[in-house]
């Protein structure tokens, strides 16, 4: 299964974090961090595969020897995909496949650029609902339930998830509604630390 | 309510970017419960986000989240169906099932997909859930109108279920296997065959069903993801393994791999490289042949830039290496470890002397380490080159050093490694994850193997012995003396140095580098074993017997002793025991010593004076004896035990008196006064050494062994001892490694100046240039031919510098232990261990290690991990009735349900029964001798009379209603007869004739007592004999109602 799904930008700052488990808020940020510094020291052309942040490899390697059940219950697989600013991080069971894992960031991706138009990380800054509702049209409570981009596009739709928020034609005028402002200023402020 | 949702969202996001939030979830749930859709959204939302396991507002949340799944807006409904997985708790899960199932059969497609979902991970902490839910589930699946992105979601949900509890599966095989073939989803395929790798192991036959479709697939698919998947699926189901038709399964082996081939080679993308990677770490557990076949495409990828492949690439080559690919593939690590090392340590200090740029980098761990982790990109990283650094000491020693066949290659690669080798963390406060990691420092291990081939490997002993030589004079060379020695390794080279001591180069300088470095030791262990090293050394420079004492030798070597006792004068007060024992013990030996010197005059020109023997014999014969050799883990419970000896025969019959004897008058007296004179008043024991040397030499070293064993035979009776030493002697007679007194032993075992016989044989024949290198040049190293094809014991090593030797790895020694030598049981299973012992291997710790690790691993488990532990113990047997009916869950609650209230009826009754039990008792206090029957008889009936006028009219009533009736009757307190009236009067058609009969005795008695209380006539004994049947009646009634009362649930349950 899926453990988590995360997205930062260059700077490491989080633009969307979901874990299909319960996390106190620390651990999460310090996995945010560790995963990382991980993905910004790949050299250009590596492989989308990263080996696994000390926070996950403690737990996990000191069990080499458990049985092959409880090895499929450890999260062992930390997939990434690299969009202009954006670090896509697929953290996941060895019960998945990698190489479905990058195309399933792919089609979430595009989904996003359909939603969005163009997506760029300001529209996920502004409408970060629309993000989660996009996430919770594809992956339920760590396993995936649609790859259909069509599907996955009309499911948010019909939330009105991204109709509701109009910031698009705000974005690079950096205005957009009240509450858009709003949390990017809260953003902005609290990055800076 | 606006506001407040907004300003949730806003929370939401300071949550993400970390800042707690756990104090406004009674807030979340308010907007939970807004009635707008869009901020009911934001307030599931942060729930999602916010909510822990330990949020106790959740438990408020049920009713809510109860009313929004059955909301009729498939938005509204959706909301909570996907916040659920985040959320669920056992009881959450228990109160929600009922209200989550009728919303598989929903007319959205969207919510019947969440809804599988939710309902899998509401098992995964609640496994009834997937009782109650799997036939629903299974129903969708197998309706082939089903919308195919629900079936793509079940076929995810029965993946993830399938290799937890494959067997459940097997009969979905079929409709799964249909899905597979005509099914257009590339996901929902990728799914399809893992979860048939899983099941083809159960189901041998499925492997001839498969490989068709998926050769098809591998050869024609366009997608990547799901070629690699059809190859790992064919890997893990074994296909590969099994199968009566050979030809074609050597077929699809070669198309696997050639396709595997096809990712890794050349300059394709990272991410196939990674994958077909991973795919033949598979394959090389059962078909290591394939996989060498492609040796020289996986070796370009240890090489590779991405830190993820060349991990991989090293996990693989791991479980390749042989003898014939060993030098090369170390080679490359080598080569890398050296690279980055080299880069470090210009960054370290400009300086371009490398001695003492790495020696520096050694020891000074913490300031190189701040360095490098504030440098933040390291040339590798410190995880990766300790990894590295491990593996290449497992690919050499495994199978016993199997694939070495030049072990002063090997020696250089170790001395090289040990200055590679980070320095060991330091553990502080935040290494908590990180220390446990590498519990031992990987240089100590590096050290170990060094000591480990001067052990097993007699002819290079003494090339390792130098290499050890050097790593300390490097350490000792270091410029800081007041920064702590750090290097792990130090422990084994120390011990190498002091054992092997003859072999070394220069002892003198050996014995001043440890001296020096002794102080700076900060780990107790390892100081330990230095403080013994530099006793032996000690031993070896100072007692050589054929050096004339000359007054030069006398001055030196009481200079020496000066230095020696000076360095160990601090641990005589070291806090850790063993040390401080080690400390106290061999100074006060070598100021015996230094006495003694003292007193031995030089031999001059006219007189020729022997050193003092103690010097010369007694301390050297402390460390020479036996050699030292291998042993297997755990041999040492198979030293057999003699039959003579009983060891639950108590050593006297008396001990217990005797002991306390000693306790309490022995000890203080003789014991105390030994001590204080021995330790406390030297200058006395001074005086006596001004006589010749000779005269106290007999006893001396006796007088440093009474220091510690008088002292425990004081207080024991002469026989005692007598006897606790012959059964020690017969303990260890067989046991190689006791050295026995020289008395009792056998000619030839004690004192033998091993080391001597050691160089003889085989220490000068090494030519002395030859020792290790700095500068590995291994591209020189490793190309000379191998000509002769190595034996697995007795490798013939060709020696690129100079003659041929052969080359003996020792095995470690084992007693083969049968299971009738070893009587001791300590536990069964390590006397079933015993018998894998002979192989020179180690199961029985690595069984146990495993075994403590998979203990250790259920309590603590991993971050982000689920726990499903409890779903393993749910039984789904689909065959049995809960298929059939979609309501067992409802339906085993309800029965649930109404079996307490059953139960609870029955104590009721039981209640009534014993209440009226007691009230016969009381009446059969009266006495009742010579009472007619046929009286009692009639006044029973006459009490009844009022009561059962009563209750007969509301006794035809319905089987319910008569309880109720019956209860009260019993209640208005008209005494048994009422209460059996009344039961009676319902079904009075009831009559059992063979039970009458002992009822009617039963009756008798309460007859009896109802006549004394009222003296009635005798008028109607027709009556009582009516009447003698109604307690019969009554008491089969009571039974029957509850008969009655279960059938009525079971009746009411049916519907």
Known sequence: MINAFLVFNGQGQPRLTKFYTQLDTSIQQRLISEIFTLVSNRPAGSCNFLPLPPLLAASSTSNTSASADEQNDVPSLVTYRNYATLYFIIISTSTESPLALIDLIQVYVEALDRLFENVCELDLIFNFEALHATLGEMIAGGVVIETNLERIVAGVRAQGAVAKRPVNEGRGGGGGGGLGAGLGMGGMVWHGR | MDIKATALLKLVYLEMVGHDMSWASFHVLEVMSSQKYHQKRVGYLAAVQSFRPDTDVLMMATNLLKKDVAASLPTIIALPISALPHIVTPSLAMSLLGDLLPRLSHSHAAIRKKTVVTLYRLALVYPEALRASWPKIKERLMDPDEDPSVTAAIVNVVCELGWRRPRDFLPLAPRLFELLVDGGNNWMAIKLIKLFAVLTPLEPRLVRKLLPPLTNLIRTTPAMSLLYECINGIIQGGILGEGEDFSAREEVASLCVNKLRGMV????????????????????????????????????????????????????????????????????????????????????????????????DETGAGAAERRRTLDRAPPLP?????????????????????????????IDILSQLVRIAPPPRIKDSDADSTGSRYPTDISENIGNELRNVAVKVKAVRAGAVRAAELVVSRMASDISPSRPVVLGALKPVAWMVGEYASQLLSADDTLRYLLDIAPRVGDPEVLATALQAIVKLFAYVAGDDSVLWTRERKSSVSLLMARVIHVLEPFASHPYLEVQERAVEFIELLRLTAEAAAGQAPSTDEMQQDPPLLLTQAIPSLFSGWELNSVAVGTQQNVPLPDDLDLDEPIHADLGRLLAQADSLMLPAPGDDEFDSYYNQRPAATSISSGPAISRLKDAPEEVSSSYQHTEESYLDPDIIARRKAERMERYRDDPFYIPDSTMSPPGGRSTPIHSILQRENGRDLDIDSIPIMQLDLDKLSPPGRATPAGRQQPAAPKPRSHQRVVVVAADE??????????????????????????????????????????????????????????????????????????AHERQQREEAEMAQALREVQRLRLEMQRANERIQVAQGVPVEGVVVSSKKKQ?????????????????KPGTKKKASGKKSGGDGAGEGGEGAGGESASAAAAEGAEAGAVKAKKKTTKKKAESSSAAAADVAAAGSGEAAAPVKTKKKKAKRVVQLDDGAEGGSAP
């Open chain 2, 265 to 360: 080679a050349g300059n394709s993308d990272p991410n196939l490289k990674y994958v077909a990677l991973l795919a033949f770490n598979r394959i090389v557990v059962t078909h290591p042949f394939l996989v060498a076949q492609q040796e020289d495409v996986i070796l370009e990828c240890i090489d590779s830039e991405d830190i993820t492949i060349r991990i991989k690439a090293l996990d693989l080559v791991q479980g390749m290496v042989s003898s014939d690919n060993v030098v090369s593939i170390v080679g490359r690590l080598m080569r890398q470890l050296k690279a980055s090392s080299a880069a470090l340590n210009q960054e370290t200090n400009g300086s371009d002397d490398l001695d003492e740029a790495n020696s520096d």
């Open chain 2, 814 to 887: 084992t007693i083969p232990g049968s299971g009738v030598s070893t009587p001791r049981a300590y536990d069964s299973e390590n006397n079933a261990s015993d018998s894998f012992l002979g192989k020179g291997k180690k199961p029985a710790s690595a069984a146990a290690a495993a075994a403590a690790s998979t203990s250790k691993r259920l309590k603590q488990q991993s971050l982000l991990q689920i726990t499903a532990t409890n779903l393993a113990d749910l039984t789904l047997d689909e065959s049995a009735s809960p298929a059939n009916d979609p309501l």
């Open chain 2, 940 to 956: 029973k009936k006459k009490t009844t009379t009022t009561t059962a006028a009563t209750t007969t009219t509301t006794g035809t």
């Open chain 2, 382 to 410: 410190e995880n990766y080159t300790v990894d590295v650094i491990g593996r290449i000491l497992r690919m050499c020693s495994q199978n016993n050093y199997a694939n070495i066949l030049d072990f002063d290659w090997y």
